[in-house]
């Protein structure tokens, strides 16, 4: 790296995060909820009129056998829900991670499967960097 690269800051960074390790987040995020669902993961590309392609995650929770109110309050304390529509628990596990600066610039699937471009603002990466 030249002498010079240290003084400019990016704009913008950006990872690749494919969908099983989306997955694996999701799990990680249910902590003590995650033995009483199964976690799907999968996406949308919405073409909206303007000609903008809008890319939206999507978690699929799906209760196992004998789902106890107890364990639908165990789940809500997550921050997920059965009951909420697969794009807004993606919203939430995607911010979870990202934080609310993020934007996914494509989808991408390939012979090792699918993953998300994902671009967040250089200042934002480095608040949510730091905020542990």
Sequence with gaps: MSQYIGRIDPEDVRFLMDLSEFKEFVTDMLGGAR???NVEIDYEIIEEQAGDTLIRPMVLLNEISRFTEEDRHTLLSSGFSIDREPYKNGDYAMEQIFGTYYTILEATE??????FTIELPYHHFIIERNKD
């Design 35 to 37: 033995g009483l669902v």
């Design 110 to 115: 390939d012979e090792d499967g699918a993953f």
